[in-house]
């Protein structure tokens, strides 16, 4: 049988351990990133830039991510004698070099706009390789969770969140370069003693790019599709959910909890994910939570008070946390082993590159010209029309389906 890919260095740390430190890389991973992701606009402020140079940069690293991630995906498998933990290990020690020099050596706007573009894009790209690392090894019969490390990662994020809102009130924002520096150091602790996994060799793949791997998992990509807009209506929200908080008469230090709020949530969900899928289909679980983002969405963009706003950021688990579990799994349960790494590549360049994209930029654009209301209408669209795609193509007869081989590898059930 020909081999699709390098089996785990047995030499790394014990297995029976695997998960533990599964978890402790997804929570170490998302404590930090809060510092560069969930404070962008606070610390870009504390630089001196504008609101809109502040949307470009946003902007600008989700469409640069939407070009290297699939690049990146394809190294993974060209050289792929080096493990994807040396992929990581490469990216991470980029980004808070560049985290650092933004916050500390002075250089011109655009230079500066420029470097903490390409950081913030570097960071959002390890996402798919660390979920990848994940699929390895449960494809080599070593059963990982991922649902509940990445749900342990959210936890990471919403508890980063608060005590990061109480250090930028204190200290400088530029602190949260080396807050973020010190946690990538923990990351890259846990990441070392994990068992070395690698991608697919590049030989050995009959495709791969874009274009083929639309075409040969149809469905696959319109519920990337509907995922997109719906992760695009949710960043515009997420994005100025400060202006949101204020118009209900809430003040900063409300933020914080608002992001615990809204990613504690996605913990029992993501932890519940693997369960949900013994008793319920992908499908299903996918059409369920593209409903809950219309809840989510609605709620949030249209509360009259604060407990309707919070009610909607706790809808966060079963919209976001579901779909992301699900739709992880389900790569590597549905997509051939040569197409995994890009598969979990596209999940994140349909959503925090095309996705975040289109709400942040048009989401800034609409509230700057047309006023706040006119975003909500943007969002509330673009939320139901996403949803409406995800429903239909889970429920359309002709639907191009994988069934499950008993030991978990699919095929086809029947003609794409």
Not at 290 to 297: A, D, E, K, M, T
């Amino acid at each position: 049988m020909e081999k699709r890919f390098k089996p785990i260095d047995q030499k790394s740390a014990s297995m029976k351990n695997l998960q533990l430190k599964y978890n402790l890389l997804q929570a170490s991973f998302w404590a930090a990133s809060c510092a560069i992701c969930a404070f962008i606009a606070i610390f870009l402020q504390a630089k001196g830039l504008s609101n809109t140079q502040i949307g470009t940069v946003t902007g600008g690293a989700c469409i640069l991510n939407i070009v290297l991630s699939p690049i990146l995906s394809g190294l993974t498998s060209k050289f792929n004698k080096i493990s994807l933990q040396g992929f990581v290990l490469a990216g991470m020690v980029c980004t808070v070099i560049g985290y650092l020099l933004v916050a500390y050596v002075s250089m011109p706007v655009m230079v500066l706009m420029a470097l903490y573009m390409v950081t913030y894009c570097l960071n959002i790209s390890m996402v798919p390789l660390l979920a990848s690392i994940s699929m390895n090894y449960n494809a080599q019969g070593h059963v990982v969770n991922f649902g509940l490390a990445r749900g342990l990662g959210s936890i990471a994020y919403a508890i980063s969140a608060v005590g990061l809102t109480q250090m930028t009130t204190v200290f400088n924002p530029m602190v949260l370069s080396v807050i973020y520096a010190g946690g990538i150091v923990v990351f890259i602790g846990v990441l070392l003693s994990t068992p070395k996994t690698y991608a697919a060799a590049a030989q050995n793949q009959k495709g791969g790019n874009v274009v083929e791997m639309a075409g040969k998992y149809k469905s696959f990509f319109a519920i990337l599709a509907g995922f997109a807009l719906l992760f695009a209506a949710a960043t515009s929200l997420s994005t100025y959910l400060i202006n949101i908080i204020k118009s209900l008469g809430g003040s900063q230090s409300i933020y914080g909890m608002a992001i615990f709020a809204m990613a504690a949530t996605e913990l029992p969900v993501m932890a519940a994910a693997s369960r949900l899928q013994k008793r319920f289909s992908a499908m299903s679980l996918m059409a369920a939570a593209g409903l809950f983002y219309i809840v989510r969405n609605l709620c949030i963009a249209y509360a009259p008070a604060m407990p309707v706003l919070i009610f909607g950021l706790m809808m966060q688990g079963l919209s976001y946390g579901l779909m992301t579990a699900v739709i992880t799994v389900y790569v590597n349960d549905h997509l051939e082993k040569q197409d995994q790494v890009m598969g979990q590549t596209m999940i994140s360049v349909l959503t925090c590159g095309v996705g975040s994209c289109l709400g942040n930029v048009l989401g800034g654009l609409l509230q700057d010209t047309l006023g706040i209301e006119v975003m909500f209408a943007f969002t509330s669209l673009i939320t139901i029309l996403g949803a409406v795609i995800i429903v239909l193509t889970v429920f359309n007869p002709k639907r191009i389906t994988m069934a499950r081989l008993p030991f978990g590898r699919p095929h086809k059930s029947y003609q794409m």
